[in-house]
Each structure stands twice: as C-alpha cells, then as structure tokens.
C-alpha cells in the first residue's frame, strides 16, 4: 500500500571502496517507489541502466524477481518505498549495480527533513567524483584503468583511451547535469 510522503529524506550514496571517495547526497521523499530510487541513484552517479541491480538489507533483498534467474528469493521492489527501509537517520542499506562488477553503494539516511511542497525533488545537493565507466570491472579494474591512462608507456593506455573515447577526468561532477537528468527521469 503506497503511503503519501510526509518527510523529506536527506540521503548519502557512497561508491563502497572507492578512495577517493565517489559519492553523492541526494534530497528526496520518503514515499518514494524503490524503482524511482533505483533511477535516481543511476542518474545521480552517472551509469547507464545497463545491469541487473538490488537493494539489501535486514538480510533480505529488494529487486526485480525472476524465477528464470534463480531470482525467486528477491522481493519484488515495486511493492516497497524508501521509507519502509530507511526509518530513522543513520539507517543505511545496500544498492549494488552489476552483479558481474560488483558495484556496491552504501545508502545513509542522514537527516529527516519536514516536507515542503514546493522543493523539486529528487534534487542533488553535492557530490564527489566522477562515475567509473561501466563494464571497467569493478572498483579494482577501476584502479586498474586509472593507473593504465596515467602512464602513456603502460601496455593498456592506448586500448584505455581508445575505449573510453578519449580523456577521461575522474574527478568530474556536474552537479547542474545531474539535477537536469533527475527532473527528467525521475519524477
């Protein structure tokens, strides 16, 4: 049963094992679908929606169930919103990304913020850090080609460069972008 928002969530998406650290704090509301989340954390990091993808926590995981899969035990996340997850600030779960690269992000529920009818959410607040491409290999193949586009005499710099089309910042946010990008999808 889908509940009207009352509060306005302050969350903390952070790329687990990144250092740097690659990170995001998004404003959105508590009612939001699970499937509204799932875009919103996509757009807000920067992938492309091209992998399979899951909520954890308490033990129990929130996805897309399919039984062809072996996905029978995942709990169907068009049935949950945020705040049935996250109840309290400090709460934290699981978003990974890609079973093959294993892209984890811890979630923290900073703050609970009174709502306000007029605030255009989901919104970025802040952020750090550029996206890893998809398909690198997780964050140690992140590492990896990191290490390959900063050294021109390392055998994989020009495949790197090639496959990425050209340079690559890994510092790069565009927090203008991303606020677009979530009005556009994620509303």
Excluded at 40 to 69: N, R
Excluded at 94 to 121: C, M, N, Q, S
Excluded at 164 to 176: L, Q, T, Y
């Amino acid at each position: 049963m889908a509940k009207k928002s009352k509060k306005i969530y302050q969350l903390k998406i952070g790329l687990v094992g990144a250092k740097p650290p690659i990170w995001r704090r998004l404003l959105i509301l508590d009612a939001t679908p699970l499937p509204v989340v799932h875009r919103a954390i996509q757009v807000a990091m920067g992938w492309t929606d091209s992998h399979l993808h899951q909520f954890m926590m308490g033990g129990e995981y929130f996805g897309i169930p399919d039984p062809e899969f072996g996905f029978e035990e995942i709990l169907d996340e068009n049935r949950y919103q945020l705040a049935q997850l996250l109840r309290a600030e400090k709460d934290s779960m699981i978003y990974e990304y890609d079973f093959g690269d294993g892209w984890r992000h811890k979630i923290t529920l900073e703050k609970v913020l009174p709502l306000d009818p007029d605030a255009v959410l989901p919104r970025c607040l802040k952020g750090k850090g550029a996206c890893p491409p998809e398909d690198v290999g997780g964050i140690w193949g992140y590492y990896g080609f990191l290490e390959a586009l900063a050294d021109k005499n390392h055998p994989e710099h020009e495949n790197y460069l090639e496959w990425i089309g050209g340079d690559f910042d890994p510092d790069s946010f565009d927090i203008d972008q991303v606020n677009a990008l979530l009005f556009e999808y994620c509303r």
